[in-house]
Structures are given as C-alpha cells and as structure tokens.
C-alpha cells in the first residue's frame, strides 16, 4: 500500500522513529495526528479531526472493551498531545443510535457524548465524535484538504469524484455536522462496503485504513490524486481567476502602501472591540486579488466550516481609485469608510434575514479579511494568532476556489447554512467558555531600551498582561536573548537607535506590518552619566539630550502619528527619573535631560488628550539590581558622589527611601501597569522610589 513518491503532500512518516512505538497505538495515532497538522495542504491549523480505536480494560468490569480516541474540541492536529484528546467507549456512541430523536434535537446529542466517557481527564468531545464513533475502522482521518474541498465544492463534485476515483470513493451531500451525519456515513459505507474514504459536500475528507500507517498514507494517497486532477486540469488553462486585472507593483511599493494603510484599517475594524492584524502579499493572495474573478467570487464567500468561522461569511474588498495619496491620512480614511459601512449594513441584514428564535445576539459586523487589490490581504481578530491563522484559512479558500473554478464551478454554501454554522448555538457556547481575557489583550506596546533592565521588565509585564510587544534596544544580543521566550504571534524585535529618526519610523513600520498599529509607546532607553559642572563635557550633554530627550520627542512623534490614524486613542509613557526632580550632586546633565523628559510629558498631555491619547511618566530611582545603566561608569559615579564603594549602593539607596526597600526593574513595570489601567489619567508621573520625600510632585 505505502508509495513515498508524493508531490502534493508532504510524506513525513519516519520508520526508525516508530519502531518502538509498534505497541503503543495512542502514541502512533498522536505521531499521525501530529504529521497531518504540519502539513496545511492537508488541513490548517485547529482544523480536521482523528481518531484510533483501542481495546482497554473497563474499570467496572475488568473486561476489555473497545475505546475510541479522539481530538477534542478546539484542538489543533499540529500540536495534539495526550491531554488534548478524548477517550469514549465505542459502544456507548453506537448506543447513542437508540436515543437519537431526529434533525430537530440533534444538539441534545453533544451532552449525551459526557456519558459516554471512558477516559475521565478527557478533553471536551467535539462535535465530530459521532461521525468517528459510527464508522467502524480503527483509524480514521477527518481533514480539510484543499484538493479535496475543491472538488466537495465545485458544482459537479460527485461527478468529479466518480471520474478521479471510481466506485472506491462515497459521496454525501453538505450536511452540518452532527450525530445525524454520522449515520449517513455508516449508512454511505454499507451501501458501498469497498470504498477508501468519503467526500462530504463543501465539508472535506474522511479516509480510514487497520493501521495509523495504513490511513495516513491512504490520507495522502487520496490527497495526492485529487492534487494531480487539478493539477493536469490547470496545466491545460490559459489562465486562473479569469486573469490579471490589476498590476501589485513592486513588494517594496505594496509593503510601503500596507503601513499607511493598516492603522486605518485597524481602527475601523475595532469599532466594536480592539483587533489585531495580519499582512500577507504573496503570490497566493495577489493572483485571486489581482484577478478579473474577484469580485465574482470574493462575495460568495467560503464553503468550508472551518474556513468561514475563522473568516466570517465573505471578506470585504476594496479598490482604491487610482488618484487616492495613501499618505494622506483623511482622504484615505474618508475612501474606506463607506465600504466599511456597507459591509456592516449587509452584515446585519445577513443576520436579520437568516436569524431564528433562540439565535444568539448580533456579533461584531465588521469584517475579519480585507482584500486590497493591487496591495494584499488584511486580517484583524481579537489577538495575533487568531488574525494569523484567519489569514491562512483565507488562504485555504483561494485554493479551494482556484480549484473548483479550474475543474468545474465554485459553489458556496447557502447563506442560511452558513449562518446556522455561524451562529450555531453550541459554537456559542464554545465561545463562552472561552477564558477571560487579559486586560492588556489586543493592545500593541513598543518599548525601547527592552534588551535588558527596566526595558525588558517592562517587555515581560506587558505581555503578560496579553499584550504583543515590538522589543527594540541597541544590542542585537540582548534583543536576541529578552525575545527568546515569545513567538512571532507575541512579540518581535528591532534593533532601533532613538537617536536616529529613520530607525525610529522602521520600528514602528515593523510593528505596524507584524501587528497593524500602535497603542502603548513606552521610552525606556537611556543611559546615565555622573559628573560635576566641571567634568561634564560637550559630548555627555550632547548624547543624554539625544538618548533621553530628542530620542523621547522622535519616539512620541511618530508613535502619537500611527495612534491618531487609529482613532483608537493611546498610552504613552516616559521613564524619566527621580533626578528630573530632586537637586542632587553630579548630575547636570542627567538631571537636566530627565526633568525635560517629564516636562515634555506634560506638554503632550495637554495636546494629545483631544485625541484621547494618554501621556504619564514613571520616576525611578535606585533600579541597580538588574539594570544595565548600573553596569558603567555610572554607578562609580554615584558611589563615589555619595562617599561609599559601588557594592554598597544597593543598601544604601535602600536605606534613603521612606519604605527602606530595594527598587527593582519588575518594579517600574507595575508603575507602568498601572498607568495603563488608570484610563483617566493623563500628564500624571508616578514614582516608584520606595519613598523619597524630596521627590514628592508638588
């Protein structure tokens, strides 16, 4: 059965690595599993199901029984493990047949799948048990290949899949998931007891084999075949998609267009609730949005499930006028809102039209894809994963699309099935037992100086709270090292000099492709230098005034700019210092540059508040342990200003505050916290000093 010569699919499947898991069939089904989901040709990421079925020792009776294991809900195949997965008895789900009332109560069916728990640690059952349950094969694979589902949804599919498969291939018509499809497909297989697997109508595949081996390589084989159908369809056209419609340009030109774009965008998305974005232009995204088809095929919307519940229905698209000057801000803004107003207006007559009795109430109508022809695809969703894989499902429904049209025509689903998988009330109670979120979640925070010390604290606290962070410091190193613990769907990195305003714009442009804006501006970058009026030199003044002072003004600039095209308003905080307001020794030029830092938030608190951006300031004082200024020549200054060695610092700027604590970096991080929970607040500094009586802000 095995055939390695793959074109289409990735063949993964290591026979050494197996060999000591022969006996053990729930690891080989999560070896399986875990292969298919790091292949999205075969399905993409929280996509499709398996499942193995085992003999195991029932605990009442000591006797073996049979137990099927399966994905639970919400899991993802890439990244299955033993604690994501459900165990059932099998004969409890045949059971289930004896109770099962018909079409009209098949949600009742979803508690009923509790009852038949052999494996008390499961996971949640998904909705797809059944479908597993009822067939009788001990490995079963459940994907959304993009082939596949571009032969379930093509007008001819049933005809297309007799032709590439014969008589070894069923068919079922679209049918929301449920117990009633699965007895369709233990029907579907008595009626045809020779076939290999099954297509489901605008749904995907199901495909089984005795083995794990034996249904992933019958998975790919099947996969494989659909792929070279296309393919030999699509090598005898001229052209996809209708053909080119609209020039991209060149990416340079296209990535410049997205950063003045997306802070639009991601403003009007987030008229209901704070969203995060996603950019994509590759070849895959300009070929459908550059197209004469797109807008045939755009407003069909998606036919997969699990491709339009990431989606929503139908993505918006925008042209834009050939005139239109992307760097002006309120003709950009004034050309997109009205395409945002009519798809929140059809929105809501979607939902009025399809809406039943029970159903749950109206959700956000803005939209989740933006197709910008001759520029590329936007997303925005509550968090950067979710806007990441919502890009990549759109992705799936390009391909499905290019595949139905090359072999036959596209069909979508029905507007009033897609809303009943939309607004499926047990999607909705998925949605509501969905954890809290942070109070930072979608918020984008860039912070300076976020190699080490304060910066990095600061880095750590904010994602913590569930925000994403652009890290940019000096040292590719410490960058290298603050950002190991984080994915690019939390964080990235830039090396950035805020001295220099062309390093400056390129952070934020980063930001703005990697999250599509801006909302907390943090400035801790600095450095400090301890000298008398007479040992200060020209040089000392020049770089604190340029670190701290000229490299706070750039960052607030240009940062307040990206906040203003949001209209989402803002945070913007300075790490200044205690030095900014106490007359101590040595300290001219440091002292000078960090009461400019602080008078300096003042002054935009007092401008930016109409746009309801907020602009606070953190006072440290005595951060030695952990902070990298500590490190130099400052620190011998202090000491030798005070009369005591560098090592008794720490103790003795513990000793001179009111709480006679020791300040540390995670210290000024809740200072900078707690300003952004303070959504009142505005031109305020908070010091976190421990205490110092002379720093008190009178």
């Known amino acids: 059965m095995e055939s390695l010569n793959f074109k289409y699919v990735n063949y993964l499947w290591n026979s050494e690595h197996t060999k000591h898991l022969q006996d053990d069939q729930l690891s080989l089904f999560l070896?399986?599993?875990?292969?298919?989901?790091?292949?999205?040709?075969?399905?993409?990421?929280?996509?499709?199901?398996?499942?193995?079925k085992t003999m195991e020792s029932d605990p009442f009776t000591g006797e073996q029984t049979e137990v099927m294991w399966i994905k639970g809900s919400g899991g993802d195949l890439g990244t299955l493990k033993r604690n994501g997965i459900a165990g059932l008895y099998t004969h409890r789900l045949q059971a289930l047949k004896n109770v099962y009332r018909g079409l009209e109560f098949e949600d009742d069916m979803v508690a009923l799948l509790d009852h038949c728990l052999f494996d008390l640690k499961s996971a949640a059952p998904s909705i797809d048990t059944p479908l597993h349950g009822l067939l009788p094969f001990k490995h079963i694979d459940h994907l959304h290949p993009d082939a596949l589902i571009a032969i379930a949804a093509s007008k001819h599919g049933k005809e297309i899949t007799k032709k590439i498969w014969g008589e070894n291939m069923g068919w079922i018509p679209w049918q929301r998931p449920g117990f009633d499809l699965g007895l369709k497909l233990e029907d579907c297989l008595k009626q045809n007891p020779e076939i290999r697997g099954i297509i489901l109508g605008n749904h995907g595949l199901f495909t089984w084999g005795n083995t794990s081996y034996e249904c992933y390589i019958n998975s790919l084989q099947v996969i494989e075949q659909a792929s070279a159908y296309i393919a030999a369809q699509t090598d005898?056209?001229?052209?996809?998609?209708?053909?080119?419609?609209?020039?991209?340009?060149?990416?340079?030109?296209?990535?410049?267009?997205?950063?003045?774009?997306?802070?639009?965008?991601r403003g009007l998305c987030s008229s209901a609730r704070p969203m995060i974005g996603h950019f994509m232009d590759d070849e895959?995204?300009?070929?459908?949005?550059?197209?004469?088809?797109?807008?045939?095929?755009?407003?069909?919307?998606?036919?997969?499930?699990?491709?339009?519940?990431?989606?929503?229905?139908?993505?918006?698209?925008?042209?834009?006028?050939?005139?239109?000057?992307?760097?002006?801000?309120?003709?950009?803004?004034?050309f997109i809102e009205p395409f945002f107003g009519q798809y929140r207006k059809e929105y809501v007559v979607y939902y009025d039209t399809c809406k039943k009795q029970n159903s749950p109430a109206l959700r956000d109508p803005n939209p989740v894809i933006i197709l910008c022809p001759g520029i590329g695809l936007f997303s925005f969703a509550k968090n950067k994963q979710t806007a990441r894989v919502a890009a990549e499902f759109y992705i799936n429904a390009?391909?499905?699309?290019?595949?139905?049209?090359?072999?036959?025509?596209?069909?979508?689903?029905?507007?009033?099935?897609?809303?009943?998988?939309?607004?499926?009330?047990?999607?909705?109670?998925?949605?509501?037992?969905?954890?809290?979120?942070?109070?930072?979640s979608?918020?984008?925070?860039?912070?300076?100086g976020a190699g080490g010390g304060i910066g990095k604290a600061i880095s750590e606290k904010l994602i913590s709270e569930g925000a994403n962070v652009v890290f940019t410091d000096l040292s590719p190193d410490h960058l290298i090292e603050a950002i190991r613990p984080y994915s690019r769907d939390i964080a990235i990195s830039v090396i950035c000099d805020v001295t220099d305003e062309t390093?400056?714009?390129?952070?934020?442009?980063?930001?703005?492709?990697?999250?599509?804006?801006?909302?907390?501006?943090?400035?801790?970058?600095?450095?400090?230098?301890?000298?008398?009026?007479?040992?200060?030199?020209?040089?000392?003044?020049?770089?604190l005034q340029n670190v701290l002072v000229k490299g706070q003004f750039l960052l607030d600039k240009y940062g307040a700019e990206i906040q203003k095209k949001q209209g989402m308003g803002g945070d913007i905080i300075h790490i200044a210092s205690k030095n900014g307001i106490v007359s101590g020794p040595n300290n001219i030029a440091y002292g000078t540059a960090k009461a400019a830092q602080q008078h300096m938030t003042r002054l935009l608190a007092a401008e930016l508040a109409i746009n309801k951006i907020r602009v606070n300031t953190v006072n440290p004082d005595g951060v030695i342990i952990g902070s990298k200024i500590w490190e130099g020549e400052w620190a011998e200054g202090r000491a030798k200003a005070y009369g005591i060695p560098v090592d008794q610092l720490p103790e003795h700027y513990a000793k001179r505050n009111l709480l006679q604590e020791i300040?540390?970096?995670?210290?000024?991080?809740?200072?900078?916290?707690?300003?952004?929970?303070?959504?009142?607040?505005?031109?305020?500094?908070?010091?976190?000093?421990?205490?110092?009586?002379?720093?008190?802000?009178?």
Request: aromatic share 8%; net charge negative.
């Open 503 to 543: 390093q400056i714009k390129t952070a934020y442009d980063n930001a703005i492709l990697a999250f599509g804006g801006i909302d907390i501006v943090v400035h801790s970058a600095g450095l400090a230098i301890s000298k008398s009026l007479e040992d200060t030199m020209s040089e000392d003044w020049d770089i």
């Open 31 to 52: 070896y399986r599993s875990n292969l298919l989901g790091a292949d999205l040709r075969i399905t993409n990421f929280g996509g499709g199901n398996t499942s193995c």
């Open 236 to 265: 005898k056209l001229q052209v996809v998609f209708g053909g080119q419609k609209v020039e991209s340009g060149l990416p340079s030109n296209r990535k410049k267009k997205a950063i003045y774009l997306a802070p639009i965008l």
């Open 663 to 698: 300040i540390k970096p995670e210290d000024i991080a809740d200072g900078v916290f707690a300003l952004l929970l303070l959504k009142k607040s505005t031109g305020n500094t908070i010091n976190v000093d421990g205490g110092m009586a002379a720093a008190f802000v009178r």
């Open 442 to 448: 979608s918020k984008v925070a860039l912070v300076t």
């Open 284 to 334: 895959r995204v300009l070929q459908f949005i550059n197209s004469n088809d797109l807008d045939r095929l755009a407003p069909m919307g998606t036919s997969c499930p699990d491709h339009f519940l990431r989606t929503k229905i139908q993505p918006l698209v925008i042209h834009f006028d050939e005139e239109i000057d992307f760097e002006n801000v309120a003709m950009v803004r004034d």
């Open 398 to 440: 390009i391909n499905v699309m290019r595949g139905a049209e090359t072999i036959s025509t596209y069909t979508s689903l029905p507007r009033q099935e897609a809303f009943d998988i939309e607004y499926w009330l047990l999607e909705e109670a998925k949605l509501q037992r969905m954890p809290k979120e942070k109070p930072l």
